[in-house]
């Protein structure tokens, strides 16, 4: 079969997608057998070789859950800890007390730009879930109000702030000073994150019913008879769930503390990878909310195996998204996408932009958008002659990188299963929270490059 070329591709691209977004909320098919399906079939219409199709999807599912179901693993079992402890209680109660219920939406929005700064998406997401849900059982109030604020401070951290890992490597490829990235960054993150978080949610969760009974929330609700016995104290279950982070941070220092290729910084940045800092964290969570609370070591054995068992559906659903976007960028479907955008002339921040945002749809990933379009972009703005601030550019690459999310991205399902609500309702709140962050960043990196 001959192999499809141009912007016949793009066509085959927006045609999968829409049957894909069709099986999955028209025929209500299981995601995972639709993300496989779709992308055997959309591999076999570009003429991309029988034998690599199938190896294309298995390497995109395999790289994607490398990362994630390690994250989701030990992140569901430090957020089982907190939960059983009476920890997620404790925090969400100080939380309630400091900011009175009715701004405990602002209060989710802090908590997710301190504790995304360091970390993946997907391990912010999952360590300050049970948060969430004990939250909204506090309070009565949607999980829509209490969530969106959350998931849109840690996707702003995500793509437009420093030491974040992907906006680190923006940082690299256009030569940006970090420090002023990192000013930037939070003068256009902190008044994005408050548009698309707390005042969206605001808006948005009159209008969206979720289902009374969400399966995953009851993982991380304290249940009745725990009001019974006293609760962990703030500081020490605060430095539980901020472990990981502390230690992935550290690891980002090692080279200012010690030279690198020395023993002390490869221990460092050993330590501060994502999923050591999360095992450590685990661990030391089996003393803090396990034994000192009185648990013994049969009860949080149990309490580990317990809450794997209903993340495995969504492990699956997340890995088959990353393999459909595997599936987009062997078939030539994402470079089409790139060169369709570079032949467009436009200026530096708006190429960046643009670049990243049309990888980001193709690939469903901020990461691979934002790494990929540093590359692209670099050269052309070096090469076009136009002043551009680098640190500008860092901003402009990783808000494109987070523009509406949907079926080929991991977050999008990790979400959507969450908090317990359908494709089509997961499109009106997190793909449109995605969109407002990346529009706004956009116009805000404007606004800056006219004024500095």
Known sequence: MEAVHGSMLLIYAVIAIAVL???????????????????????????????????????GNGNTLGHIAIVVGLGTMLGKMMAE???????ATTLISWFGEKNIHWAMMC????????VFFEVGFVLLIPIAFNVAKRTGKSLLLIGLPMVAGLSVVHGLIPPHPAALLAVQAYHADIGRTIAYGLMVGIPTAIVAGPLFALLIHRHIKLAENNPLAAQFVDSGEQGKRDLPGFGITLFTILLPVILMLIGS?????????????????????????????????????????????????????????PIAGITLIVGAGGGFGRGLMDSGISKQIVE?????????????????????????????????????????AQASGVQVKPELLVLATGSGSLIFSHVNDGGFWLIKEYFGMTVGQT????????????????GLTFALAAVL
């Open 340 to 380: 369709t955008a570079t032949s467009a002339h436009l200026s530096p921040l708006l190429l960046g932009w643009f670049v990243a945002a049309l990888i980001r749809l193709a690939t469903g990933s901020a990461t691979v958008a934002m790494t990929t379009a540093c590359g692209i972009v670099a050269p052309i």
């Open 111 to 118: 908590v997710a730009i301190i504790v995304g700064l360091p």
């Open 253 to 309: 220092w090692a080279d200012l503390v010690f030279a690198p290729k020395t023993m002390a910084n490869d221990l460092l940045k050993f330590i501060g990878t994502s999923d050591v800092a999360l095992l450590i964290a685990v661990l030391v969570s089996f003393w803090t909310f396990g034994a000192s609370r009185g648990f013994n070591r049969e009860q949080i054995q149990k309490f580990c195996g317990e809450c794997l068992a």
């Open 427 to 442: 499109f009106k709140t997190w793909s449109l929270c995605e969109t407002i962050i990346s529009l706004m960043g956009l």
């Open 21 to 59: 977004i069709l099986m999955i909320t028209r025929f209500k098919v299981y995601p995972f057998l639709v993300l496989i399906i779709v992308s055997l079939l959309l591999g076999l219409a570009v003429g991309m070789p029988a034998g690599t199709i199938v190896k294309s999807f298995e390497t």
């Open 85 to 91: 402890s009476g920890g997620a209680e404790r925090i």
